[in-house]
Every structure is written in structure tokens, then in C-alpha cells.
């Protein structure tokens, strides 16, 4: 059981792109709209609450993603073709220098 989830909505697009991976049974129905859960662990969720400060998640330990991160996880579910992708999709969801001024070096 995974400790954190991400859950993303689904619109006909998103539906169809999830479809064409071939993980159409991984559709479930959250609060009435079909959704797709992608499982994170305890250190996945710390490192997207650090990237995405307004990120907060309900009593069931999940959350929405912001519209631009939630699209480039969709995109490595649909090349992946699994929802098991956290590992791999933090690298590119969680950027730990944004915001941050380049440091210059002293001499």
C-alpha cells in the first residue's frame, strides 16, 4: 500500500491518453469523476510538497498536482505505459533549485 497518492482527473483527452497505454482498468471513481491514482511514497511526498508549496492533501492522503506538473505526468504514464512512475517522475516534477539565484564563485 502505497503511503501517498496523486489523483488525476480525467477528461475525454486525458481518458483516451490513459486508454492508449493500455490502463484503462486502472480508472477508478473518485468522488463521482474518473480518476487515475499514481502511489508515492513518504520521501516522494516531501519532495513535492517542497516543489509545490500550495499542494495539500485530503484524508485519504492525496492530492492534485498544479495543471502544468499533472501534464508531464501524464505524459511519462503514457511512455511508460504503468502508473508506477514516482521514481521516475520526481526528477521531472520536483526541481529543488527553483527559485534560487545561481551562486557565483569567490575568489
Same mark, same amino acid.
Given at each position: 500500500m502505497a503511503d501517498y497518492f496523486i489523483n488525476v482527473i480525467l477528461d475525454d483527452a486525458k481518458k483516451a491518453k $490513459?486508454? #492508449?497505454a493500455g490502463l484503462a482498468d486502472k480508472i477508478v471513481n473518485i468522488d #463521482?469523476?474518473?480518476a487515475v491514482q499514481v502511489e508515492m511514497t513518504a520521501k516522494e511526498q516531501k519532495k513535492l510538497a517542497k516543489g509545490f508549496s500550495d499542494l495539500s492533501f485530503d484524508a485519504s492522503k492525496a492530492c492534485t498536482l498544479p495543471a502544468e506538473a499533472e501534464t508531464k505526468l501524464l505524459d511519462i $504514464?503514457?511512455?511508460t505505459k504503468t502508473l508506477d512512475?514516482?521514481?521516475f517522475a520526481i526528477m521531472k516534477l520536483y526541481n529543488p533549485l527553483a527559485g534560487k539565484a545561481p551562486r557565483s564563485a569567490q575568489r
Open positions: $490513459i486508454s #492508449g #463521482g469523476k474518473e $504514464i503514457a511512455e512512475v514516482m521514481k
